[in-house]
C-alpha cells in the first residue's frame, strides 16, 4: 500500500524549533500547551516575532513568568485560553527607529464597527495580534484593546483549508480591518512594507475550493495573505511534516526543559 502523500505536524520538531528560537532571545519556554493545535499557534506567534527581527527591528520579550537563576527574565508563558488577563502573558516589544509595537497571543481586540460604550463589546480573540504599544496592565479577560491600536493579525489553524474556512478569514477581516478588502495590491506583494498584512496559516494543504477562493482574492487585489504547508512565512522557519498519525488525539500535556532539548 503506497504511503500517504497528505504530511502533517511534527510536534516534537516543532518544539524543538519553539525551544531553539526562545534560547536565542535568552527566554525560557517551559510548556507549549497540550495539543499540536497550541504548538501550532506558538508557532505562527514566534513566526511572526521573526518576521520583524529579520527586517531589523530589535525584539524584547517580556515574561510575566517565575523568574529564577537560569531564567533571571522569567519564564515564556504563552495564553491558550480566552479567558485571562494579558499581562499575565508573554508578549514581544519590536522597536525600530521611533517606532515600537507589541506582539501579543490570544488578545482581544474590538471591531472595526463597535461604538466603544455598549456592552458586551463586539470583540474576537486574535490568535496573534500585532498593535501600537500599550499598557495593558489593567486589561482583565473581557477588555477589548481598541481596534484603532491594532495594526495586523494573524490566525493559526491545524488543519487542511476548505473554502469555508479562507471565506470566514475574510470576514475576519472585514471585522477588523475592513479597508484591507479594498484594491490595494497590484501585485502579490502588500503596499505595507513595515508589516506583514493579515494572514492565516494553516498546517496542511488547500483543497481545491479553497485555492480557488484564494485566486479571486488575489485578483480583487485585497491585502491579505494565506500561507499552507508550502509557504513559509520567513526563511527562518520552516514548518517540520511527518506522515499523518494513524488517528488525531490530544497529546498529553508536558514540560520542555532547554537542557534536555539537543542543538
Not at 83 to 108: I, M, W
Request: hydrophobic share 35%; aromatic share 10%; with cysteine.
Amino acid at each position: 500500500m503506497a504511503k500517504s502523500k497528505k504530511r502533517w505536524v511534527d510536534q516534537g520538531a516543532l518544539r524543538r524549533r519553539l525551544a531553539t528560537f526562545f534560547k536565542s532571545n535568552k527566554r525560557s519556554l517551559n510548556t507549549f500547551g497540550g495539543t499540536v493545535n497550541q504548538t501550532f499557534e506558538a508557532f505562527v506567534f514566534a513566526s511572526a516575532i521573526t518576521w520583524y527581527r529579520t527586517r531589523g527591528w530589535t525584539v524584547t520579550f517580556y515574561n510575566p513568568g517565575k523568574k529564577t537563576k537560569r531564567n533571571p527574565g522569567g519564564e515564556v508563558h504563552l495564553k491558550y485560553s480566552t479567558n485571562g488577563r494579558p499581562s499575565n502573558y508573554t508578549f514581544a516589544e519590536c522597536r525600530k527607529d521611533r517606532k515600537v509595537l507589541e506582539v501579543r497571543h490570544q488578545l482581544r481586540v474590538s471591531t472595526n464597527w463597535y461604538d466603544g460604550v455598549s456592552t458586551p463589546s463586539a470583540s474576537l480573540m486574535l490568535d496573534v495580534a500585532v498593535i501600537e504599544k500599550l499598557d495593558l496592565s489593567e486589561f482583565d479577560s473581557k477588555t477589548p484593546v481598541r481596534n484603532g491600536h491594532l495594526i495586523t493579525f494573524a490566525e493559526a489553524k491545524h488543519m487542511s483549508a476548505f473554502a469555508e474556512l479562507i471565506a470566514g478569514f475574510e470576514g475576519l477581516v472585514h471585522e477588523l480591518q475592513p479597508m484591507r478588502l479594498t484594491r490595494l495590491r497590484a501585485g502579490a506583494v502588500s503596499p505595507d512594507v513595515e508589516n506583514p498584512a493579515p494572514f492565516l496559516y494553516v498546517s496542511g494543504t488547500l483543497n481545491p475550493s479553497a485555492e480557488a477562493i484564494l485566486s479571486t482574492i488575489r485578483t480583487r487585489g485585497y491585502d491579505i495573505d494565506v500561507f499552507n504547508e508550502t509557504d513559509a512565512l520567513n526563511e527562518a522557519f520552516q514548518l517540520p511534516t511527518i506522515d499523518p498519525p494513524a488517528t488525531r488525539r490530544l497529546l498529553p500535556r508536558r514540560a520542555i526543559d532547554l537542557a534536555d532539548v539537543p542543538y
